[in-house]
């Protein structure tokens, strides 16, 4: 919902980081890697019980991930590239309710269950959706230039950082703030499965 708003602010600073890296020689496809690695390295502080130092690793993650598609404007692009930043994207989404999981199960278990089953049915319908747009010779530049038909949504990549620095932030809310966004997220998934049936059926 905000991605489009975000992505307008961020486009000077996105655009001069990217022609930096591009200078010392970092591709596309390393800056993905980058970026999943910082990611991760965030979860596992979060596992750990440092959330609030993780934050700065899942921003800076997520800065990387806005820079490897800018980067491969600049230099080239890849179908593998694309598809290595969605799989990677869904590693660090899944990566972190898991690291809240691991921090306090007792707590967290269920309601990080939920988040992760609400990510895997939104992710699906969003690949989904993909493939019958792709099928079909749709083409949509809505969050710029994609490897794949990009479907909007409440639940999107801004929301769901806010989300995850609320939950480093205040780690005991984990469980509500967890089954709230599952819940925005399940209604960002069955809303596209509606557009499907609208639009391909």
């Excluded at 309601?111 to 699906?124: C, D, I, K, P, R």
């Excluded at 319908?125 to 099928?135: G, H, I, N, Q, R």
């Amino acid at each position: 919902m905000i991605d489009g708003w975000g992505r307008r602010k961020l486009s000077p600073l996105i655009d001069g980081l990217a022609d930096r890296a591009v200078a010392v020689g970092i591709s596309a496809n390393g800056m993905t890697l980058i970026a999943f690695a910082i990611g991760i390295a965030g979860a596992v502080l979060i596992a750990v019980g440092h959330a609030g130092i993780a934050i700065l690793l899942l921003l800076l993650s997520r800065l990387g991930d806005g820079l490897d598609g800018a980067i491969a404007q600049r230099t080239r692009t890849s179908d593998f590239g694309g598809f290595l930043d969605i799989v990677l994207d869904f590693a660090f989404y899944g990566a972190v309710p898991l690291a809240f999981i691991l921090l306090d199960p007792a707590q967290n278990a269920v309601a990080g269950g939920l988040l992760l089953l609400a990510f895997y049915v939104n992710g699906g319908s969003f690949l989904a959706y993909a493939v019958m747009a792709e099928k079909r010779g749709e083409h949509s530049e809505a969050r710029g230039e994609k490897s794949l038909f990009f479907t909007t949504g409440l639940a999107e990549a801004g929301e769901t950082l806010i989300v995850f620095v609320l939950m480093c932030l205040f780690p005991s809310l984990f469980p509500i703030l967890a089954a709230l966004f599952a819940g925005l997220t399940g209604y960002t998934a069955l809303s596209r499965i509606l557009l499907a049936r609208r639009m391909f059926g």
